[in-house]
């Protein structure tokens, strides 16, 4: 159901759907949001609409697991800390809108004050859909915007028939084996070497959440090997 933003502007209602890479910078994580209503809104030659988030490489492992985290349904900090500060303002998060802008996307967290009249504030797009995630919130955007940019981006993210290492080259990250297992892909075996010691260098929090992704989807495959190289590398 589309919705009507600020200056009558038409927004889609749009979900997280995973984790992938420009194709223009394959070393670089985006988050792969597409319209909660798929089937209506669909490029011109048929293809799904996609709109990506950049995350800069630097704070990508962070968000990744920020994210499994709240998929996951975990508790967070970032979330105890939001409803603290919600109770104490007398102020509730509504919406995060991401509007067209001049030079860009333009995010805004809407929220209701104690008054109950909404207002809104600018975020990074990162942080305003780890937000939003955090809180459940609704996430729109401006349809002119989703267009023009699912035209012009195109993403990578993890095909459910290929292994992680058969990526041409591309480095391995956690948000790469997260979406093997939520895709239902088993590990190799034998596995590839060069797989092997790339997991085996991921941080003890990242190893960790990968297998409490994996026994949450019932890929028991993918918690024994992550296991196995977390201990190793002890």
């Known amino acids: ?22 194709q223009s910078s394959p070393d670089a994580m985006v988050l792969l949001l597409i319209p909660v209503e798929d089937d209506k809104y669909r ?8 709109y990506p988030v950049g ?35 007398e102020t509730k998060l509504q919406t995060l809108h991401i509007y067209q802008g001049k030079s860009g996307a333009r995010p805004y967290l809407v929220y209701r004050d104690k008054n109950g009249e909404e207002n809104s504030f600018r975020v990074s797009l990162p942080n305003g859909i780890l937000t939003a995630m955090s809180h459940n919130l609704p996430i729109l955007v401006e349809q002119k915007l989703l267009e023009s940019t699912a035209s012009a981006v195109r993403v990578n993210r993890g095909e459910p028939t290929s ?72």
């Open 55 to 89: 995350v800069a490489p630097a704070v990508a492992p962070i968000y990744f697991a920020k994210l499994t985290q709240l998929y996951e349904g975990m508790n967070d900090t970032l979330l105890e800390m939001s409803n603290f500060y919600e109770l104490m303002s």
């Open 43 to 50: 490029l011109p030659n048929g293809e799904q609409m996609i």
């Open 1 to 22: 159901m589309k919705e009507t933003g600020e200056e009558g502007r038409v927004l889609v209602p749009m979900k997280l759907d995973g984790f992938g890479s420009s």
């Open 163 to 234: 292994a992680p290492n058969e990526k041409r080259g591309k480095s391995i990250s956690p948000a790469d084996i997260g979406n093997e297992i939520i895709a239902g892909n088993k590990p190799e075996s034998p596995m590839d070497e060069d797989l092997k010691r790339a997991i085996a260098n991921f941080s003890p929090e990242e190893h960790s959440l990968l297998r409490v992704l994996a026994i949450k989807n019932e890929n028991y495959e993918w918690a024994a090997v992550l296991k196995e190289l977390e201990d190793r590398d002890e």
